[in-house]
């Protein structure tokens, strides 16, 4: 599989997936964390890639998503933003719209939408 078929697939096949630095119980910088904070704050499941363990895909996704950094986080197929955008969405309420909006999107098909429990 083509780093770039693999980048597709965990978009494709988590309701949210989180390209970050390190873990969401241990993140490995601070926009990472602030993305991570955000999302734990929605109150749902997400998926996360430690694209410091995968340097194919650090290099490639952005070129793929057209995001020249990290983090990215992705919900329903669709690029929401790095540490600073995810943050402010959160403040304004929008981020949990969004992030829900997925997961039942997700549980109404064939996407996972509790791929991976983070309770950092």
């Not at 873990?23 to 997400?46: D, M, Q, W, Y």
């Not at 490639?60 to 919900?75: E, K, R, T």
């Amino acid at each position: 599989m083509s780093v770039m078929n693999e980048i597709e697939e965990y978009i494709n096949s988590n309701a949210v997936v989180l390209f970050m630095k390190g873990t969401p119980e241990h993140p490995r910088c601070g926009f990472s964390a602030i993305a991570v904070k955000a999302l734990t704050a929605c109150g749902e499941n997400f998926s996360s890639v430690d694209i410091l363990a995968k340097p194919e895909i650090r290099a490639a996704l952005p070129i793929y998503g057209d995001w020249p950094s990290f983090p990215q986080v992705w919900a329903n197929g669709e690029l929401i933003g790095g540490g600073d955008i995810v943050s402010e969405l959160n403040q304004n309420g929008e981020l949990k719209r969004i992030i829900s909006a997925a997961v039942k999107n997700a549980k109404s098909s064939k996407v996972k939408a509790d791929a991976m429990p983070t309770k950092p």
